[in-house]
Each structure stands twice: as structure tokens, then as C-alpha cells.
T-cell receptor
Framework: LAKTTQPISMDSYEGQEVNITCSHNNIATNDYITWYQQFPSQGPRFIIQGYKTKVTNEVASLFIPADRKSSTLSLPRVSLSDTAVYYCLVGGSNAGNMLTFGGGTRLMVKP | DTAVSQTPKYLVTQMGNDKSIKCEQNLGHDTMYWYKQDSKKFLKIMFSYNNKELIINETVPNRFSPKSPDKAHLNLHINSLELGDSAVYFC???????????FGPGTRLTVL
């Protein structure tokens, strides 16, 4: 299972764009890149998933370079409610979808 | 409409006891999981289970055993509880072959 590396924490201010980068040097050909968000006392919640290039949904964008060894989650115009831990995961349909969560990035949004 | 639910939300017990945590999903998913989140917030997969296959994380002690009465339920039974078992346990589900997992609210287990 591919290992991921992401910053332990980040600070931002309301209204700013936040970019969280994740490294996954040993990503496999059939692995997708998925980001989850976790609020205190809640389970992780799916944000976005991609395989290559760029994916955008109503919540975030995901940028994946051609070599797929890293990815960047972009949160536009964050608000206080975006304060959470963000996890980057890589995995495919092998191994029973056993996802490996890293330590996550603790994002603190300040007023 | 709760997609993935767990009971109880909190569980406080003594060392050596046996306890179970229940999980139910109403999403029609084929695969269910158990994760453990420790005090440092690291989330670790324990089991992946569908109708055909149980995949166990090799680091999980055999005191932990998943039991699935049907596709919508995956309960976690823990024998001879130890202090180190104190953590938050999350259940999740997904469609087989899909990477998007839906998590329950968690069960905070405290072993005294």
C-alpha cells in the first residue's frame, strides 16, 4: 500500500485559497488519489478523488501532475468551518480496498 | 437518514472484559471496514470484509474479530480488553472495487 506524506499542520485565514500537497512516490498504476476531511468527533468524509490531471467538484479541486507522485488539494475561499484534518490516501481496488491513512494535515482557519 | 451507524457511541469498560461494537449501513454496499484511531489521530485499517473475503491487517491482535450476520452489518468483537485498546473505532462501507468509503460517527472505547 502506497505511503503518503503531507504537512502536519497549516494555518490560513477566512477567504483565502488553501493548497495542501501530498507526496506519494510509490503510487501504483491502478491507484487512485483520494482526499478525506475529518472534523473532531466525527468520521472522515470523502472530499474528492482523482487519477490524473485535474478534478473539480463543488467543494474542492485536485491537481495531479503527470508523474502522479504528488497531488494538491485546493480549497477555494476557506471559511472557519473548513477547520479540520485532511487526509490524502492512495489506493486501488486491490487488497479489498484497504485504505492507508497517513497522519493527515490539520488545517486551522482563522478569522 | 444515517448511512453508516455505530453503537454504542461511548463504551467504558474494565481490562479483561469482552465487548462488541455494532455497525450497520443502509447504503447497499458490499464491503465494510473497521478502523482504529488512536490518541495521536492516526487512523489505521483493521479489517476489510465482504461476502466473500475477510482481509485482516496483520498488525491486529487476534483478540479482535469481525462478525457479519449479513451484508448490512459488521460487528467488532474484542476479547480480553487491554489498556492499549482505548481508541476511537470507526466503521465504514463502500461498493466493492470502489475507493470512496463512507464512515460512521465512531465509537470511543475507554479501557480502565
Amino acid at each position: 500500500l502506497a505511503k503518503t506524506t503531507q504537512p502536519i499542520s497549516m494555518d490560513s485565514y477566512e477567504g483565502q485559497e488553501v493548497n495542501i500537497t501530498c507526496s506519494h512516490n510509490n503510487i501504483a498504476t491502478n491507484d487512485y488519489i483520494t482526499w478525506y476531511q475529518q472534523f473532531p468527533s466525527q468520521g472522515p468524509r470523502f472530499i474528492i478523488q482523482g487519477y490524473k490531471t485535474k478534478v473539480t467538484n463543488e467543494v474542492a479541486s485536485l491537481f495531479i501532475p503527470a508523474d502522479r507522485k504528488s497531488s494538491t488539494l485546493s480549497l477555494p475561499r476557506v471559511s472557519l468551518s473548513d477547520t479540520a484534518v485532511y487526509y490524502c490516501l492512495v489506493g486501488g481496488s486491490n487488497a479489498g480496498n484497504m485504505l492507508t491513512f497517513g497522519g493527515g494535515t490539520r488545517l486551522m482557519v482563522k478569522p | 437518514d444515517t448511512a453508516v451507524s455505530q453503537t454504542p457511541k461511548y463504551l467504558v469498560t474494565q481490562m479483561g472484559n469482552d465487548k462488541s461494537i455494532k455497525c450497520e449501513q443502509n447504503l447497499g454496499h458490499d464491503t465494510m471496514y473497521w478502523y482504529k484511531q488512536d490518541s495521536k489521530k492516526f487512523l489505521k485499517i483493521m479489517f476489510s470484509y465482504n461476502n466473500k473475503e475477510l482481509i485482516i491487517n496483520e498488525t491486529v491482535p487476534n483478540r479482535f474479530s469481525p462478525k457479519s450476520p449479513d451484508k448490512a452489518h459488521l460487528n467488532l468483537h474484542i476479547n480480553s480488553l487491554e489498556l492499549g485498546d482505548s481508541a476511537v473505532y470507526f466503521c465504514a462501507s463502500s461498493q466493492i472495487g470502489a475507493d470512496t468509503q463512507y464512515f460512521g460517527p465512531g465509537t470511543r472505547l475507554t479501557v480502565l
